[in-house]
Nanobody, 118 residues
Framework: VQLQASGGGLVQAGGSLRLSCAASGSALGINTMGWYRQAPGKQRELVAKVTTAGGMTNYADSVKGRFTISRDNARNTLYLQMNSLKPEDTAVYYC????????????WGQGTLVTVSS
């Protein structure tokens, strides 16, 4: 599976961005896709994930109510709609795909930088 993320950029606090992740190649066994992020000096963390069948979602507490993960199966594209952005959301965001719901990290896309200014 190849993953290509896009949509990052610079936005003011309170603003919105939508990240996209185009998937290609064989998706055999893939059952979950997700978004992770890594802020400067911090460990990489899960932001949100969604199952490819059924669309079950899970979010980090820090983004609940502000971020929405979704998947367009027809377009093989994963999205992350980010609203009410905060400076602490500044990070490199990575899309992932995997065969485990608990750790969907078999495949990683390149990161896309999101910078939220105060």
């Amino acid at each position: 599976v190849q993953l290509q993320a896009s949509g990052g950029g610079l936005v003011q606090a309170g603003g919105s961005l939508r990240l996209s992740c185009a998937a290609s190649g064989s998706a055999l066994g893939i059952n979950t896709m997700g978004w992770y992020r890594q802020a400067p000096g911090k460990q990489r963390e899960l932001v949100a994930k969604v199952t490819t069948a059924g669309g079950m979602t899970n979010y980090a507490d820090s983004v609940k109510g502000r971020f929405t993960i979704s998947r367009d199966n027809a377009r093989n594209t994963l999205y992350l709609q980010m609203n009410s952005l905060k400076p602490e959301d500044t990070a490199v965001y990575y899309c992932t795909a995997g065969t485990s719901y608990f750790r969907p990290t078999d495949y990683w896309g390149q990161g896309t930088l999101v910078t939220v200014s105060s």
